[in-house]
């Protein structure tokens, strides 16, 4: 009986051995499938096909729920798309359409929601993740809650104390609430750091960047 029990535990060894590297090629074939179709996305973005951008990320996230990449690239695009259903609800709302301004709104509400989601996401994956805080930032300016956008963009300096684009978002949210010292000297802290308006340059509207630290999609704010 010893010497049947003996020789019976080596296939099952092996098989145990066997599945544990079938699930490893699994996973390892999921993070490449994860990465190919981010990069596909980065591509849509370069091009400004954001529903396809998001639509790319997404699919990297449901082969890697951790690719961080992919959160942002996701993030990114869907704060784009929100706010150009913002700025096409002021118009209609301009042109006493209010129905369809409402209508408008209320996809700009839900991608601000979806992008601040994957900014969030990605501060569980990363808490010294700058570029989401100042997603977070972003994504509070365009609604309206100053006190969020200031501790976002706060968290977004103490994680990459030289990014230029993040003290003049703060600044200019200081300028918003009448905190004109504070704003003055982050608008001056910026400028010192290099910042650059897009009316300075030849940028186009919805230009995509991002470094590991200090800069980040400036111009989706």
């Known amino acids: ?104 709104a209320s996809k700009a509400d839900r991608d601000f929601s979806l992008a601040a989601q994957d900014a969030a996401a990605i501060l569980k994956i990363d808490a ?17 809650d100053w006190f969020g956008a200031l501790d976002a963009f706060t968290e977004t300096i103490r994680r990459a104390p030289d990014m230029a684009c993040a003290y003049q978002r703060r600044g200019e949210v200081y300028g918003y609430i009448n905190d004109l010292e504070n704003e003055s000297a982050d608008l001056k802290q910026a400028a010192r750091l290099g910042y650059v308006s897009q009316e300075e340059t030849d940028a186009p509207d919805d230009e995509y960047s991002r470094t590991a630290e200090t800069e980040t999609a400036e111009s989706l704010y």
């Open 128 to 144: 010294d993740a700058a570029d989401a805080c100042y997603i977070l930032g972003c994504v509070a300016v365009y609604q309206g």
């Open 1 to 104: 009986m010893k010497r049947y029990c003996h020789q019976a535990r080596y296939p099952f060894l092996l098989l145990v051995l066997l599945l544990t590297v079938v699930g490893c090629t699994k996973e390892e074939a999921a993070r490449r499938e994860s990465l190919r179709l981010t990069a596909s996305g980065d591509v849509s973005v370069q091009n400004g096909e954001w529903e396809e951008a998001v639509r790319s990320y997404t699919l990297a996230l449901e082969a890697n729920p951790l690719n961080v990449d992919a959160l942002y690239g996701r993030s990114s695009a869907r704060l784009v798309t929100a706010k150009e259903f913002y700025l096409l609800a002021r118009a209609a709302a301009g042109e006493g359409e209010t129905t369809r301004a409402r209508e408008i």
